[in-house]
């Protein structure tokens, strides 16, 4: 039995999608986007083949835990930024608004990462979003919903040492973005060199809840961890809560162990049926794994802890 440490518990069959079970032969399958389509449970994996290459491919299930993986990767145009970079776009975040899907992405150039965009109604037929950022920048998070008229994203801009912060950005269209401001989340121990958002941000009463991954440099490695903070509903851009103690940290040997060791990475969570948090995360950049919990019990911890 696997025992519960803070407001997570991971799933007992842990890692859920490797790239031994995968359908076709690859080097690694990790950091995933989610999300609810037609009833089921939708995954965009990323998925690395032996050249290295990144492709994202659409897994679905009925459970959210056993998936079925799609044979061929997704395809959508090229935007103009990722013309002269095939096979670099990596980190999926999906957020449905208004009966359509987003997605965001990174990709990677000679000049640094950059965030890519796309419409989706069915996962087969993808419109791209022309260039909606510059350099460098990643960790692209759409939120849910308009706020003050304007949609908005979480992001993670970032200097040439890929050192970096959590900012908002707004825009009336998805392809003008501004009204740039930074979070103020507090450096915890565990995220003093960069902290980007992970899932699509959830709401709530007390505000939107947010999960994120923080890092911290050790003697040998750079160690990714999550985090919760809660923001405020009309100014996204204040914290009103942001817990000292992480959520999750790479302990397990499928998290510590693989091409990147020692990070626990997400860009998923699904509310299922039964009251239950599905956090869909990347195990040392090579694997899918699974950690559960609820909503309520994430807002507790935001609120009630230190």
């Known amino acids: 039995m696997i025992?519960?440490?803070?407001?997570?518990?991971?799933?007992?069959?842990n890692p859920i999608l490797t790239p031994e079970t995968m359908p076709f032969e690859c080097f690694s399958v990790f950091n995933t986007g989610a999300v609810r389509f037609k009833g089921k449970y939708l995954l965009l994996l990323r998925v690395e083949h032996r050249d290295l290459a990144c492709y994202f491919y659409t897994a679905i299930s009925d459970d959210g835990i056993n998936f079925t993986v799609n044979q061929e990767p997704i395809n959508y145009p090229c935007s103009e930024a990722e013309k002269n970079n095939p096979g670099t776009r990596f980190d999926m975040r999906i957020t449905p608004i208004d009966g359509t899907f987003y997605?965001?992405?990174?990709?990677?150039?000679?000049?640094?990462?950059?965030?890519?965009?796309?419409r989706t109604d069915d996962f087969v037929n993808f419109e791209p979003i022309s260039n909606p950022s510059v350099p460098s920048n990643r960790n692209a998070v759409l939120f849910?919903?308009?706020?003050?008229?304007?949609?908005?994203?979480?992001?993670?801009?970032?200097?040439?040492?890929g050192t970096g912060a959590i900012w908002i950005s707004y825009s009336p269209d998805l392809i003008f973005w501004g009204k740039s401001s930074p979070l103020f989340i507090p450096r915890m121990n565990w995220g003093t060199r960069k902290v980007g958002a992970g899932i699509i941000p959830i709401k709530t009463e007390k505000g939107w809840l947010e999960i994120y991954h923080g890092t911290m440099l050790t003697a040998s490695t750079e160690n990714y961890f999550l985090g919760a903070v809660l923001l405020d509903l009309e100014d996204p851009s204040k914290v009103i809560a942001a817990p000292k103690e992480f959520i999750l940290a790479p302990e397990?040997?499928?998290?510590?162990?693989?091409?990147?060791p020692n990070v626990v990475f997400t860009g998923g969570a699904i509310e299922t049926d039964d009251g239950k948090l599905n956090i869909y995360y990347g195990g040392a950049d090579t694997r899918v794994c699974l950690a559960q919990t609820t909503v309520s019990e994430l807002l507790e911890f935001c609120l009630n802890s230190k």
């Open 3 to 13: 025992r519960k440490r803070g407001p997570l518990i991971r799933y007992g069959g």
């Open 103 to 118: 997605v965001c992405h990174a990709i990677y150039s000679s000049l640094g990462s950059q965030i890519a965009m796309a």
């Open 144 to 161: 849910p919903e308009k706020i003050g008229g304007l949609y908005a994203r979480l992001e993670r801009p970032q200097d040439l040492g």
């Open 252 to 260: 397990m040997d499928y998290e510590r162990i693989g091409q990147v």
